[in-house]
């Protein structure tokens, strides 16, 4: 039965850095392609960064472009979203997600277009909290 499971969130200072892991089991992995996404109170879920296990290709939302990387380790099945300059409004509960391959337009469109909702599987979220 495929799962996921988000880890690594938690209380952090604006500035400060935190480290989210998603481990999926499951899943052959490579013939996904994964996304973290946010909502964060009062407001809709959001694209945050999307990967492409086969090439690598990634998407990033403005909102964190250059403040956030996406990785994902192929020999460990797991994708990591390291969180940098963290702000307020970064405060969220995270979310992996997990969409087949085939059918996928761009890694954009899978994480904030027309395909955004689209997302096979998805995990029970981490809390992630920025405040001084």
């Known amino acids: 039965q495929e799962q996921l499971v988000e880890s690594g969130g938690g209380s952090v200072q604006p500035g400060g850095s935190l480290r989210l892991s998603c481990t999926p089991s499951g899943f052959a992995f490579q013939l996904y392609a994964w996304g973290w996404f946010r909502q964060a109170p009062g407001k809709e879920r959001e694209g945050v960064s999307c990967i492409s296990v086969s090439d690598g290709s990634t998407y990033y939302a403005d909102s964190v472009k250059g403040r956030f990387t996406i990785s994902r380790d192929t020999a460990k099945n797991t994708v990591d979203l390291q969180m940098n300059s963290l702000k307020p409004e970064d405060t969220a509960v995270y979310y992996c997600?997990?969409?087949?391959?085939?059918?996928?337009?761009?890694?954009?469109?899978?994480?904030?277009?027309?395909?955004?909702?689209?997302?096979?599987?998805w995990g029970k979220g981490t809390l992630v909290t920025v405040s001084s």
């Open positions: 997600a997990a969409r087949f391959v085939l059918g996928i337009n761009t890694i954009q469109d899978m994480c904030v277009g027309a395909q955004r909702n689209g997302m096979d599987y």
